[in-house]
C-alpha cells in the first residue's frame, strides 16, 4: 500500500479528537487509508442499505455495537441524523479516536457534522494521489502524467485511464449530481463538464458557461457549486490586498485531478496531449492541484489565489498565509525564458516586503535561481513549496 501523506496528520488527530470526519472526492482512497491506520475499528458503509436502515432505526443501539474498539463510519452523509447521536456517546464514552466518519460531498458533511459535533471532531481532506506519492520513484513522461491523473485506482490496479474515469463519471459523478440537484437532460449536464474542462486553468465567466450549455445561470451555479463539493474542481480567487489598481474579480477554476481534465477533454492516448491546445492549461492545472494537496494533507487550509489586474499583469499562484506570501508562475515549457518572470516582477514592485519567496515552476528539469527567483520543474515542487 502507498504511504499517503495525510498518515502522520490523521494518526495525531486520532490522539487529541474523539471523532475524525475525513472528506475528500470519490475513489480518493479514503476508506482503504481509515482501515489501514485504524485497522482494529469495526468498518460500516453507510451506502450499504441494510447497514443504513439499522444505523437509522435504532442508531443507539448501532453505536453501541461500535463500542468498545470504535468505528470508522464510510459515507456518512447518507445517515444525517447519526452525528447528532455520535454526540451523546463520544461525551459519555470520553475518548480519543473513536469515529472515524468519511464522506465525498463536502457540504452535505459538514452539514451533518457542524453542529452536533462542534469542537469534537477533527477535519480532514484527503484528495487524490499527490505526484511523489503515484511516482515515488522516477516519475514517466509528463504527457503521461498529464493524461493519467492521480485517482489511486487507475495506478494500483494499473487500469486503462480512459476505461476508468468514463465508468467514474457514470457510476460516481452523475449519480451524485443527480441525487444531490435535478438534472433533466443527462446530455446538457455532460456538454457542461466538456464545457467546464475546457476553461480548466482560466478565469471562470459563468454567463458565457450558461450561454454555451443553453441552461440559465443559476444552474450553472448550482452545478459548479456541488462540483466543488464533491471535489471534482476547485475555485481560485483573486488575492484580495488593497494594491490601489483594478484587480479582476472572477474566479479561476481548475479540476482536482488533471486526468479528469484530459478526458473530458476526449484526450485517449498520452501522446494526444503534446500538441493538445490546452496542454499549458493542464500543466498548470497539475502544478495548482499538487499545491493544493500539499496544504490540505498538511492540515492546512489551501489559502491559494492569483493575481490579474484589468491590463492583465498577473501572477498565477499566491499563497497567503497572513502576512507573507509565496507567488508562483507556472510554464509547460521545457526551456526557461526570463519573460517567465514578468508577472513576479511586477507583483514585487506592489508587495515586496511581504514576498517570502517566489517560485517559477516550468517544465524543465533544472533548477536554479534566476533574479532571485526559484525556478524548479514539477519534480521539484514540493521541496520548492518548503520553506
Not at 303 to 331: A, H, P, Q, S, T
Not at 347 to 363: D, P, T
Request: net charge positive; with cysteine; proline share 5%.
Amino acid at each position: 500500500m502507498v504511504e499517503r501523506e495525510l498518515t502522520p496528520k490523521l494518526r495525531s488527530y486520532a490522539k487529541q479528537f474523539p471523532v475524525i470526519t475525513l472528506t475528500g472526492p470519490r475513489q480518493s482512497g479514503k476508506t482503504t487509508l481509515c482501515r489501514h491506520i485504524f485497522g482494529k475499528h469495526r468498518y460500516f458503509s453507510l451506502e450499504n442499505l441494510d447497514v443504513r436502515r439499522k444505523a437509522m432505526d435504532d442508531p443507539r443501539a448501532f453505536l453501541e455495537d461500535c463500542l468498545p474498539q470504535g468505528a470508522i463510519l464510510d459515507e456518512i452523509q447518507r445517515a444525517p441524523e447519526l452525528p447528532s447521536y455520535i454526540q451523546e456517546m463520544v461525551d459519555r464514552w470520553d475518548k480519543s479516536g473513536v469515529f472515524i466518519l468519511t464522506g465525498s460531498q463536502n457540504f452535505q458533511v459538514f452539514d451533518a457534522v457542524s453542529q452536533s459535533l462542534a469542537g469534537r471532531t477533527a477535519l480532514a481532506t484527503l484528495l487524490p494521489f499527490s505526484l511523489s506519492e503515484a511516482y515515488p520513484k522516477t516519475p514517466p513522461s509528463l504527457d503521461t502524467i498529464l493524461f493519467k491523473g492521480f485517482y489511486p485506482r487507475i495506478h494500483d490496479k494499473k487500469l486503462n485511464p480512459t476505461e476508468a474515469l468514463a465508468f467514474y463519471i457514470s457510476t460516481y459523478l452523475e449519480r451524485d449530481m443527480r441525487r444531490l440537484v435535478n438534472i433533466k437532460d443527462l446530455n446538457t449536464f455532460e456538454i457542461f463538464l466538456k464545457l467546464v474542462a475546457s476553461r480548466t486553468g482560466q478565469i471562470l465567466n459563468m454567463s458565457a458557461l450558461a450561454n454555451d450549455c443553453g441552461v440559465s445561470h443559476n444552474t450553472i451555479r448550482s452545478w459548479l457549486s456541488v462540483l466543488e463539493a464533491s471535489y471534482i474542481i476547485h475555485f481560485v480567487y483573486p488575492h484580495h490586498k488593497n494594491f490601489r489598481k483594478r484587480l479582476i474579480k472572477s474566479p479561476k477554476v481548475y479540476f482536482v485531478d488533471v486526468g479528469l481534465a484530459s478526458y473530458l477533454l476526449d484526450i485517449t492516448e498520452a501522446s494526444h496531449v503534446a500538441h493538445h491546445p490546452l496542454r499549458g492549461a493542464l500543466f498548470e492545472t497539475l502544478i495548482v492541484s499538487e499545491v493544493l494537496k500539499a496544504r490540505c494533507h498538511a492540515g492546512q487550509k489551501p489559502n491559494l489565489y492569483y493575481f490579474r489586474d484589468n491590463v492583465g499583469n498577473e501572477v498565477d499562484l499566491v499563497l497567503d498565509d497572513g502576512l507573507d506570501v509565496v507567488v508562483m508562475e507556472i510554464k509547460s515549457g521545457k526551456t526557461f525564458s526570463p519573460d517567465y518572470l514578468k508577472g513576479i516582477q511586477y507583483y514585487k514592485k506592489l508587495n515586496a516586503k511581504h514576498i517570502k519567496k517566489a517560485l517559477v515552476v516550468y517544465g524543465g528539469t533544472e533548477r536554479f535561481k534566476y533574479l532571485n527567483v526559484d525556478v524548479i520543474g514539477m519534480k521539484d515542487i514540493r521541496r520548492g513549496l518548503s520553506f
